[in-house]
């Protein structure tokens, strides 16, 4: 006796801030379904409903979506459905298949999607069964990881504003005024007037009270020889103007950085919590935050990958190949997980201190040769 197989339905979701565009296909790519939802809980019932219409159970129904991530994805895992996260670039080169004459609408694009997870799912990836611990720590490691880029984009903001109304600012910090010092000289020493009252002894102070505990008098010295001879000024309006912008945008900088010390030590208390992070933590070159970001992006799902070369593309730390005729290019693979390759980068770096091909070497262009 043959055991009779349910008919699978494939299901594509163009999904949006406020509504998401459905589109329902049988195994033969016949339409079952059309329909718009919003994004809300009745929204996601209401798909429910219409799944649950059209098929035998959750087992049956496979999704294509553009995202890996969000309540959406979230309530489609959950209720059991096979739930596949089709790059938008992909997505994208499929549409050709439907419509040559470039058109495009949020009603094919979910036409689209259910079409791929109908023919080629084979070759994509599933939304990966990841705990919650490793959700929490890639969405807190992210965070994180936004808060120093937004940080970054305020301090060269802040150097801009300071050429043109204090360059020897910039100078004394050594181009990098955003460090914990130069944002503490810039507090007490705001514009080239104020560095008239300047003395070493002040500015021991102020370095003292910013958290500097080790070569104080050196750094106090430094800033002293910048700062405390003549300056290029700009006019009085000018630097006014200069002056009440800095101070604003250090009043940002440090909001933001007591921030990023709140989650640091936040994300360092849940990476030790996931039974991985004494294995992630054991390799060279990783330390907490590292870690964190590391293990968030790859997740902890043991089948989420194929094999080692799958996951070795999704962090982009594998070539590609480019061969035709006599044409034969290996190049570095630009397609990845950005987050991800940007902590293995850093992690290849700082591994270098941990081996003995760290001795003796300086970087030289882009090689390692001995000093």
């Known amino acids: 006796m043959v055991k009779e197989v349910s008919p699978l339905i494939f299901v594509g979701v163009d999904w949006s801030e406020d509504h998401h565009d459905i589109e329902v296909l049988a195994e033969d790519g016949s339409r079952l379904a059309t329909r718009r939802v919003g994004h809300s809980v009745a929204g996601v019932a209401e798909l429910h409903e219409l799944l649950a219409s059209l098929a035998d159970g959750p087992a ?11 309540l959406v994805v979230q309530a489609l895992v959950a ?3 096979e739930v596949f996260a089709i790059n938008p670039r992909v997505a994208d080169r499929y549409r050709d298949r439907h419509a040559v004459s470039g058109a495009k609408s949020d009603a094919l694009d979910a036409r689209v999607l259910a079409d791929i997870v109908r023919t080629d799912r084979h070759r994509h990836r599933p939304v990966a069964g990841d705990s919650d611990l490793a959700e929490e720590l890639k969405m807190m490691a992210r965070g994180h990881q936004n808060l120093i880029w937004s940080r970054t984009r305020l301090v060269l903001q802040l150097r801009s504003l300071l050429l043109e109304y204090f360059p020897a600012m910039v100078t004394a910090a050594g ?3 955003g460090t914990r010092d130069a944002l503490a000289v810039l507090g007490a020493f705001p514009d080239p007037a104020a560095t008239r009252r300047l003395t070493r002894a002040r500015l021991v102070a102020v370095l003292r009270k910013a958290g500097r505990s080790r070569n104080l008098e050196p750094t106090a010295q430094r800033f002293l020889l910048a700062l ?7 006019t009085p309006g000018v630097t006014a103007a200069g002056r009440a912008n800095a101070m604003a945008l250090l009043a940002v900088i440090t909001a933001i950085n007591a921030q990023i010390e709140h989650l640091e030590a936040a994300l360092a208390d849940r990476f030790d919590t996931h039974p991985d992070a004494e294995i992630v933590r054991s390799l060279p070159g990783i330390g907490t935050i590292l870690g964190a970001r590391v293990l968030g992006e790859f997740g902890d ?7 080692a070369r799958a ?3 999704y962090a982009g730390t594998s070539p590609i190949t480019r061969a035709s005729g006599k044409t034969h290019v290996v190049a570095a693979r630009f397609i990845r997980n950005d987050r991800l390759g ?5 992690w290849a770096f700082a591994a270098i201190s941990f081996s ?3 001795d003796g070497l300086r970087l030289n262009s882009t090689v390692w040769q001995p000093v």
Do not use: M, Q, S, W
């Open 228 to 234: 405390g001879g003549p300056h290029l000024e700009a």
């Open 60 to 70: 049956e129904v496979k999704v294509g979506i553009e995202t890996d991530r969000g």
């Open 79 to 81: 209720a059991g459905y």
């Open 356 to 358: 003995g091909y760290g």
């Open 311 to 313: 996951r070795k593309n």
């Open 301 to 307: 799902d043991p089948n989420r990958y194929l094999d």
């Open 175 to 177: 181009g990098h005024v």
């Open 342 to 346: 940007d902590a293995c980068d850093r």
